[in-house]
């Protein structure tokens, strides 16, 4: 389930019409939905046999500022120009290989200790599992899960495998269809990443064999860095709520995400005043650890 460099190319060049970048056709039929490839290598300023290869995968000697001129004819953002370095420096056969278990940096625990239970955090690893979160977070994304649950790292809830498999997690978002897509394309952008990262290739295997809305948005292609965002929720303890999420990252550990979640109006911070109150009340009241 890696994406190839040539098939992130191909994708992004059938998006992009003649019209779109200023190229005449005069009429005449075309057999591609986008840009030919000689037509992208003029524009790039590298001959077809050249760009030919990239799509191809052969990047081995592809200069920054040749792939920088291709996102440009291509017109990827930001995160996309990444994601097409990301896949150019990869090696044409990459083995799959088990990591090391995710162990998030006593400098992010920290700061969730920081927050306290008066705002829902979590702490999310590179593939989206839970690492931490405190007792807010969890009774705000996932109270149906044993709060214990991310000090085994076999217990560790997936927040996508959730997203896409769990009736009462797909319940629990209203704007489910606005907010699946960003977790595909953030999982695409992490296979980028990390093309050798077995445990990564299993769950996106996992995902695309039991949910077809799952398969049907990895296979658009779409890369994006989720940061930040709105999630509008149906709660079974609060109800409905409009809750910002905002995602920091420390430098000690750039695979590791610390989310917070903030009201977007009066009528969400009283929901999760209340929320905050019943976790209080809960057993403990720190955020949990790994052991």
């Given at each position: 389930m890696v994406q190839r460099l040539g098939e992130f190319l191909k994708n992004r060049r059938?998006?992009?019409?003649?019209?779109?970048?200023?190229?005449?056709?005069?009429?005449?039929?075309?057999?591609?939905?986008?840009?030919?490839?000689?037509?992208?290598?003029?524009?790039?300023?590298?001959?077809?046999?050249?760009?030919?290869?990239?799509?191809?995968?052969?990047?081995?000697?592809?200069?920054?500022?040749?792939?920088?001129?291709?996102?440009?004819?291509?017109?990827?953002?930001?995160?996309?120009t990444a994601h097409l370095h990301n896949l150019a420096r990869q090696p044409a056969n990459p083995g799959?290989?088990?990591?090391?278990?995710?162990?998030?940096?006593?400098?992010?625990?920290?700061?969730?200790?920081?927050?306290?239970?008066?705002?829902?955090?979590i702490v999310l690893g590179r593939r989206g599992d839970v690492l931490a979160w405190n007792h807010s977070g969890h009774m705000l994304i996932a109270e149906h899960v044993a709060f214990d649950s991310p000090r085994d790292p076999a217990r560790r809830p997936s927040i996508p495998r959730m997203f896409f498999l769990d009736p009462l997690t797909r319940d629990l978002y209203r704007n489910w269809d606005e907010l699946a897509p960003v977790h595909v394309a953030y999982l695409r952008l992490t296979a980028g990443r990390y093309p050798t990262d077995a445990r990564l290739a299993r769950l996106i295997g996992e995902l695309s064999m039991r949910s077809d809305e799952f398969a049907t948005m990895w296979a658009t292609g779409?890369?994006?860095?989720?940061?930040?965002?709105?999630?509008?929720?149906?709660?079974?303890?609060?109800?409905?709520?409009?809750?910002?999420?905002?995602?920091?990252?420390?430098?000690?550990?750039?695979?590791?995400?610390?989310?917070?979640?903030?009201?977007?109006?009066?009528?969400?911070?009283?929901?999760?005043?209340?929320?905050t109150q019943q976790s209080l009340q809960a057993e403990g009241t720190l955020p949990l650890r790994p052991r």
């Open positions: 059938d998006r992009i019409t003649p019209a779109a970048v200023g190229l005449r056709t005069y009429g005449t039929p075309r057999r591609v939905p986008g840009l030919r490839r000689e037509e992208l290598a003029q524009l790039a300023g590298v001959s077809t046999g050249y760009y030919t290869r990239l799509e191809q995968g052969q990047a081995e000697t592809a200069s920054e500022q040749v792939l920088d001129a291709v996102a440009r004819v291509l017109r990827l953002d930001e995160i996309e799959l290989s088990e990591p090391p278990e995710e162990t998030p940096h006593p400098r992010v625990l920290a700061l969730l200790d920081s927050l306290g239970d008066a705002t829902p955090a779409d890369v994006v860095d989720c940061t930040v965002g709105d999630m509008r929720l149906r709660h079974p303890t609060i109800g409905a709520a409009s809750v910002a999420y905002q995602v920091w990252l420390q430098p000690d550990s750039p695979d590791h995400r610390l989310e917070i979640y903030t009201p977007n109006d009066p009528s969400s911070a009283d929901a999760l005043r209340i929320l």
